[in-house]
T-cell receptor
Framework: AQKVTQAQTEISVVEKEDVTLDCVYETRDTTYYLFWYKQPPSGELVFLIRRNSFDEQNEISGRYSWNFQKSTSSFNFTITASQVVDSAVYFCALSQAYNNAGNMLTFGGGTRLMVKP | DSGVTQTPKHLITATGQRVTLRCSPRSGDLSVYWYQQSLDQGLQFLIQYYNGEERAKGNILERFSAQQFPDLHSELNLSSLELGDSALYFC????????????FGEGSRLTVL
């Protein structure tokens, strides 16, 4: 069985602070995908990143960065110099990586990030 | 705008009733997924269709059913509704090969009274 845990249910920061959202996962598969999705107040989920379990390189995209550590089964997400527009619920997700199962996502409970001006 | 269209956006109905949620995927996407988001269960995968055929099933109740039509739009049918079915129902679509990169609609919020 797969499981994703986001221990932080809510985080509040002041604009320009850096913030890290934690994600810990459990899976028996040796090959899998990890994801982050953003759910802004408008409601729709927006894809942010996908990471293959074979690729442990960290990734940076603008103010966003992701730290994948297989040894600790973690896939943490850091926002540098946070902005009010970053306020949203962020979901970490996991999927198997065979056949077409890659799109059956197991989501964590989400972390609500509030960035105050 | 993800390109995925869901109707209705909001729906209020009574226990025991039946409702149909509709989804139009992004142009060119053959796969459609349904997810349920509730306070109790979080975000849960319900079912996937690919080019009209059911491909995968998740935690979908027997009272729920879905189908994908030749024009690739999909419908999720919820029957014998219970209070606990109140949730946000998302439809998503994906391009072939883009594993896990789902494009979600804005959701249909169902309230069962």
């Amino acid at each position: 069985a797969q499981k994703v845990t986001q221990a932080q249910t809510e985080i509040s920061v002041v604009e320009k602070e850096d913030v890290t959202l934690d994600c810990v996962y459990e899976t028996r598969d040796t090959t899998y995908y990890l994801f982050w999705y953003k759910q802004p107040p408008s409601g729709e989920l927006v894809f942010l990143i996908r990471r293959n379990s074979f690729d442990e390189q960290n990734e940076i995209s603008g103010r966003y960065s992701w730290n994948f550590q297989k040894s600790t089964s973690s896939f943490n997400f850091t926002i540098t110099a946070s902005q009010v527009v970053d306020s949203a619920v962020y979901f970490c997700a996991l999927s198997q990586a065979y056949n077409n199962a890659g799109n059956m996502l197991t989501f964590g409970g989400g972390t609500r990030l509030m960035v105050k001006p | 705008d993800s390109g995925v269209t869901q109707t209705p956006k909001h729906l209020i109905t009574a226990t025991g009733q039946r409702v149909t949620l509709r989804c139009s995927p992004r142009s060119g996407d053959l796969s459609v997924y349904w997810y349920q988001q509730s306070l109790d269960q979080g975000l849960q995968f319900l079912i996937q269709y690919y080019n009209g055929e059911e491909r995968a099933k998740g935690n979908i109740l027997e009272r729920f059913s879905a189908q994908q039509f030749p024009d690739l739009h999909s419908e999720l049918n919820l029957s014998s509704l219970e209070l606990g079915d109140s949730a946000l129902y998302f439809c998503a679509s994906s391009a072939r090969g883009m594993t896990g990169e789902l494009f979600f609609g804005e959701g249909s919020r169902l309230t069962v009274l």
